[in-house]
């Protein structure tokens, strides 16, 4: 088994700031992937990495940056927080890209609120 | 626009009773369909999944139905439980791994 830990798990901010969110996976998966819920609207993706070093914009890149220095991590900016922003931000591994019936497992989120 | 649609929003049945959740979508190209229990304060987990040649998959208590002519899918809990209480995201994927959700169903089982 493994696990996916998501630091930290509450983020306030200020409007116009930069914050990050970082993610780590001890699966061994080469796939990781970053969502965005908001309340009734489902998950949205905002970005992707097949492996290491490799980044994909999803539907909803706008506002944010990734990094993926590490097969074991990935790291979501957000460029400029805007004000009143609620969300919580998943992140997800898969063994690989290109199966599309591999399981992505999620982990706990971390919550955004900005001021 | 929203490629795959729930119903109901929220949903609430007693316990041992039968929960019924709704999802359909547009996209023909869709081939496989993972449904994701959600409980609060934690990620979607995969709950049941099944591939556009089944019409049915079973798992205990939980059954998807699917019906590929009308782009519909049905979730069946019988005998609920209290701990069946979560959101439940109906998904989609066609040739790439990129995973488009519904907006959830939320469902409450009462003792």
């Known amino acids: 088994g493994g696990i996916i830990t998501q630091t930290p798990k509450f983020l306030i901010g200020q409007e116009g700031q930069k914050l990050t969110l970082k993610c780590q996976q001890n699966f061994n998966h080469d796939t990781m992937y970053w969502y965005r819920q908001d309340s009734g609207k489902g998950l949205r993706l905002i970005y992707y990495s097949i492996t290491e070093n490799d980044l994909q914009k999803g539907d909803l890149s706008e506002g944010y940056d990734a990094s993926r220095e590490k097969k074991s991590s990935f790291s979501l900016t957000v460029t400029s927080a805007q004000k009143n922003e609620m969300a919580v931000f998943l992140c997800a591994s898969s063994i690989y890209w290109g199966r599309n019936q591999d399981t992505q497992y999620f982990g706990p989120g971390t919550r955004l609120l900005v001021l | ?111």
């Open chain 2, 1 to 111: 626009q929203q490629q795959v649609r729930q119903s109901p929003q929220s949903l609430t049945v007693w316990e041992g009773e039968t929960a019924i959740l709704n999802c359909s979508y547009e996209d023909s190209t869709f081939n496989y369909f993972p449904w994701y229990q959600q409980f609060p304060g934690e990620g979607p987990a995969l709950l049941i999944s099944i591939s556009s040649v089944s019409d049915k998959k079973e798992d205990g208590r939980f059954t998807i139905f699917f019906n590929k002519r009308e782009k519909k899918l049905s979730l069946h809990i019988t005998d609920s439980q209290p701990g069946d209480s979560a959101t439940y995201f109906c998904a989609a994927l066609g040739d790439t791994d990129k995973v488009v959700f519904g907006t959830g169903t939320r469902l409450q089982v009462s003792p």
